[in-house]
């Protein structure tokens, strides 16, 4: 079972006794290999998804790169079809889905 906590994304691994809680182990950095498009925003500089995973990679102006884990489809679609692509992500992803910066 994967999990999100404390801003680490972690394996929840069953303790072997039955009676004792999980382990959080922390998984190994993320290296991004996603491919991204370029976006006409003054706060986002391109985005990637992958749809298998329902990660949103977003790359920022700043130099910033993020994944959102957990977005569906219609989200990501969403913020490429939406005239400010900084607004959409503010308003339907920033708050709403556990991220790790990726760089």
């Avoid at 182990?25 to 329902?54: F, L």
């Amino acid at each position: 079972m994967v999990a999100w906590t404390a801003g680490v994304l972690a394996l929840l691994t069953p303790s072997p006794r039955g009676g004792c809680p999980a382990t959080l182990i922390p998984t190994p950095p993320v290296t991004s290999a996603m491919q991204r498009q370029t976006v006409e925003s003054t706060n986002i500089k391109s985005v990637g998804y992958d749809p298998e995973d329902e990660v949103l990679e977003v790359e920022f102006h700043s130099g910033g790169v993020y994944h959102y884990v957990g977005v569906p489809p219609d989200v990501y679609e969403g913020m490429l079809a939406a005239r400010s692509k900084g607004r959409y992500f503010g308003d339907f992803i920033r708050l709403r889905y556990p991220y790790e910066k990726v760089r």
